[in-house]
């Protein structure tokens, strides 16, 4: 599996840009929508969260290859704890990170998913999902005063 091979490699700093300007970030987006394994999703989200997590411009650049809307649809209630637990920390990095990606993960209903009364059968999940959705009202405050101080004369 490509996929573990370059979390391994994204373990070295040094590597994220390498990996990013390599042309990785569409065929991981490619993995979250294809229906992979537990197992290949947990080192696509690493990967991601890896990535999204050196810089702004990295995690646009992941936002705007269309990350979000299959990770917010891998919140829902058919996918493992442990699934819905590493995308939400993925998200968390990646939306959280540049008003890009929490642009589109609030235009695909992100906020609502992991609001779901059934989001975190487990406590490891819940607390995944409260961490996510803390840093995302953050991000939502911040947008909000950032919109109200533009619009001053």
Do not use: Y
């Amino acid at each position: 599996m490509a996929v573990v091979a370059l979390w391994g490699i994204a373990l070295h700093p040094e590597n994220i840009g390498i990996i990013a300007a390599a042309g990785a970030i569409p065929s991981l987006v490619q993995l979250l929508a294809s229906g992979s394994p537990p197992d290949v999703l947990k080192c696509a989200f690493g990967l991601l969260q890896k990535l999204s997590s050196a810089n702004a411009e990295i995690a646009a650049a992941i936002a705007a290859a269309g990350a979000i809307p299959p990770l917010v649809q891998l919140l829902g209630p058919s996918s493992a704890p442990e699934v819905q637990r590493w995308e939400a920390h993925t998200l968390t990095v990646l939306a959280g990170m540049h008003a890009v990606g929490f642009a589109a993960f609030t235009s695909v209903g992100g906020m609502s998913a992991l609001e779901r009364p059934e989001f975190g059968s487990d406590d490891s999940t819940e607390q995944s999902a409260l961490m996510a959705l803390a840093t995302f009202r953050r991000c939502s405050v911040a947008a909000n005063l950032a919109a109200a101080a533009a619009a001053r004369p």
